[in-house]
């Protein structure tokens, strides 16, 4: 549906006329054999801007994410995850299945991080009995709430004085630079390897970006394959992230205003929507109206995953308008008894 207001993830973004532009016109090449020279380009970019020695293209922020965790760890090593986190969470449980990597889950705080004393506490002795544990895995952001810069600081340092090392999801890392005004590599400071999706808020159809070492990006690069992830003329998509780099990223301050609006008009209905931090926010509705509320809204255009928890995101094809037709239609449901 091209003219509804679609507030399910900011994954549903369809390329702006520019970047389709800028995707028909790529110079393209096998980039299996190096040779795609806008997948070049996009790499080279993306390691510059977050000062990184080398990036990778992936189709997708999972593939990147396991190809990351599978550089980090051998078979039998462990990698602390939250038990929110994408990676381990949503990803099927990749690292286990397809890297024989052991997740060891801890809980996230309700700010998003996990606490230092509960890391120090799962890190494993050196000890036959034990996996290995060889890495932290964090995600920025995380359900929309952007990790305290201070708090990433001593828990990357702590580790790493511990022998780990880290890998950031930053699946929406640039919601977090714009929200906190900080500059892309003072966002990834301490991190061994970020993942980051030109394909979320950026609004590229497609591709995420790996950052490391030059040793981890080549280890990536060769997990990528056997993944199936070895891409050939994929500089059309690449050209769409260099685009979305280059474009998408300062405005993604109007999704979090937007974000801000809605929860401001939902609750101003007397809903419980939670202040967003960036781009997603959250809003309980009553469990008898869950399937009512979510036809109502359909009915009048509105993508919406309708649950107890409701999550609500915002994005680049959904405008300010968007936003006040969305207000009006929750005002006129007419389940409320609020
Ligand atoms: C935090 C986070 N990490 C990773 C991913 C995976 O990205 P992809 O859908 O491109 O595999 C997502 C996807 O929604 C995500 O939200």
Redesign the pocket.
Known sequence: MHDSIDLR?D?VTRPTPGMRAAMAAAEVGDDVYGDDPTVNRLQAVAAERFGFPSALYFA????S?LAALMAHCGRGDEFLVGQQA?TYK?EQGGAAVLGSIQPQPLENEPDGGIAIERIAQAIKPDDLHFARTRLLAL?NTIGGRVLNPAYLRSVTQFVHARGLSTHL?G??LFNAVVKLGIDEPAAVAGFDSVSV?L??GLGAPAG?VLLGSRELIAAARRWRKALGGGLRQVGILAAAGLYALEHHVRRLAEDHDHAERLAAGLRAIGLAAEPPQTNMLFVDIPDDQVAALGAHLAQRGILASISPRTRLVTHLDVSREGIETTVRAFREFPGWSL
Do not use: P
Request: aromatic share 6%; net charge neutral.
């Open positions: 993830s994954t997708t922020g999972t593939q994410n994408h949503y995600e999801d699946a929406r999706c394909s979320k995420s």
